[in-house]
């Protein structure tokens, strides 16, 4: 069974993190890199955008998480951090996991089990000091609580198996909070664990961190400090880093148009092309009167031109895909060509205007009473860009659409509390796992469900699949909630993006994972040559 298979790598690779790489390290210096948008808080758990993730990562620890160094994550790939090891129970409905006893907290206080107990009480609303946002609350609805047993050990204890459970806690959004440091304090000068300490967080300025020189990892981290700069113009952000001002850009930040600039500018930038595994998809508010008829959110999805936003916005190195990643990068995602029996993903574009276009005379639009809206994003290009173009494919069909782009701080909580009509979103994964994907993004009344999509008979296939242990079958149901939300336009997936990471010759020893950009920024075995 795989879920013995991962407990008993787990004992033998429980130092695994720790082991030198076979490069001839070198320590000092600082990591410098742009940002183009500031995150509304340093705190994790509240939330949702990388650029609060990408830095703050280095901060913490998890219990577990993937590996570092292998670009893949998959249940094969997670790792002891503050634990030590885990075992689950005979029955998959308790992991007890053996906490390392030397970690203490940056401010020199220890690391115990009652902060893990804290964190995930905390998570699902059970202790006085609440989150302002809770995106991943609906992570661990299937949690039924959290035991200490004693200062070194702690169980989690579930309603019903949960294989991927350890995959949840194994994703970069899922570090360890202090017992005695509140959500407050959290958001502005988090206290961590990790090979980091936050030295300054100024808002639409920058972040710095600097090196934790008591790490309970010997010798780790190599860097001296990591710094953030925020630059909102991404011409800007190339001319900085050609000049050698930075060491590398914002991770997956340069789009494919954006990196021949860079590398007229920078010959000798060592660049990877990644996928980016959130999915742009257009985002309809169901609790809207109009919107709230499933024939016209029919006609919208029918409208969608997945291949021009490829051609247009990735020179065609972009991937059509459903809404889990597509493979080879994705784990769980359809191959081609059952994704091509998927309604709305036929190559037929103009028989489905065609369709789209009678939808729209059915409910009273046509070419003389066209159907005036407001599409909301975020405004940054990875968002504003596709919002563009998806504005632009629905004039097709009737609807025309003006441009609403909000700053990242306010994006997210108005879409959260669902102020907005139509919107163009990505869907921030944090992990390639039908169980993040689902419980976060379309059960009923998750946080993170922005369109309001509800049924019970989706939500009972998704608790299904998630306590399937084995994979091929869970792969199968995977793909058939898939269709299911295909065929409800639950949140029609549009397209995965391909973009790059550059970096100066000097960065020595970053692995860019292929299907998570949430989940490998701790940064402590990353140095300069």
């Not at 129970?89 to 893990?116: C, I, M, Y």
């Not at 004693?150 to 309603?159: A, I, M, N, P, Q």
């Not at 800007?236 to 850009?249: I, P, R, Y």
């Amino acid at each position: 069974m795989i879920i013995r298979a991962i407990a008993t790598a787990a004992a033998l690779l429980a130092g695994a993190l720790a082991a030198p790489s076979a490069l001839a390290q070198k320590s000092g210096g600082f990591l410098r890199m742009p940002a183009s948008n500031s995150p509304a808080s340093m705190s994790i758990h509240e939330e949702s955008t990388r650029f609060a993730v990408t830095p703050a990562m280095a901060v913490f620890n998890n219990l577990v998480l993937f590996d570092q160094h292998i670009a893949q994550n998959n249940f094969d790939t997670i790792r002891p951090e503050l634990a030590e090891s885990w075992a689950w129970n005979g029955e998959g409905t308790a992991l007890t996991f053996k906490l390392r006893s030397e970690v203490k907290w940056h401010d020199g206080k220890p690391f115990t089990a009652a902060d893990v107990k804290c964190t995930w009480d905390m998570l699902a609303g059970k202790t006085n000091d609440r989150l302002r946002i809770n995106p991943r609350k609906s992570w661990y609805r299937n949690l039924e609580e959290v035991a200490a047993n004693g200062d070194h050990e702690v169980t989690f204890r579930l309603k019903r198996p949960q294989p991927s459970l350890l995959a949840l806690l194994a994703s970069g959004a899922s570090p360890v909070y202090p017992c005695h440091v509140s959500p407050t304090q959290m958001r502005q000068h988090p206290i961590g664990t990790g090979p980091f300490k936050l030295v300054e967080f100024k808002p639409n300025e920058g972040i710095k961190l600097t090196k934790n020189r008591d790490y309970w990892k010997p010798g780790r981290p190599y860097l001296d400090g990591i710094e953030y700069t925020i630059i909102a113009n991404v011409s800007t952000q190339v001319l900085a880093f050609a000049a050698g001002k930075f060491d590398m850009t914002f991770p997956y930040g340069v789009s494919i148009p954006v990196l021949r600039e860079l590398k007229s500018q920078a010959p000798q930038a060592e660049c990877e092309l990644t996928i980016d595994n959130g999915s742009r998809t257009m985002i309809v508010n169901r609790s809207i009167p109009l919107f709230d008829n499933p024939k016209l959110r029919r006609a919208m999805a029918l409208a969608l031109d997945r291949k021009a936003f490829v051609d247009i916005l990735t020179e065609g190195q972009g991937s059509i895909g459903a809404t889990m990643l597509p493979p080879p990068d994705g784990i769980w995602g359809m191959p081609p060509e059952i994704l091509a029996t998927m309604p709305g993903y036929d190559a037929d574009v103009a028989k489905r205007r065609d369709e789209a276009r009678n939808v729209m005379q059915q409910i009273g639009y046509g070419p003389d009473k066209r159907l005036p809206l407001t599409v909301t994003t975020r405004n940054i290009p990875g968002y504003r860009d596709p919002a563009v173009i998806m504005i632009d494919q629905l004039k097709e069909i009737y609807i025309d659409g003006t441009l609403d782009a909000v700053d990242t701080a306010v994006y997210f909580p108005k879409v959260l509390r669902k102020d907005y009509t139509v919107g163009m979103a990505i869907t921030e994964t944090a992990l390639d796992d039908p169980d993040q994907m689902f419980f976060e993004n379309y059960v009923c009344g998750a946080e993170r469900n922005y369109t309001g999509y509800c049924n019970p008979e989706t939500d009972k296939l998704i608790e299904r699949q998630s306590a399937e242990a084995n994979i091929e079958n869970r792969r199968q149901l995977v793909w058939e909630i898939e269709r299911k939300l295909a065929e409800e336009r639950a949140r029609p997936v549009i397209f995965y993006t391909r973009a790059a990471t550059c970096r100066q010759p000097r960065v020595r020893n970053l692995v860019l994972m292929v299907n998570s950009l949430f989940n490998g920024w701790r940064f402590e075995d990353v140095w300069l040559d």
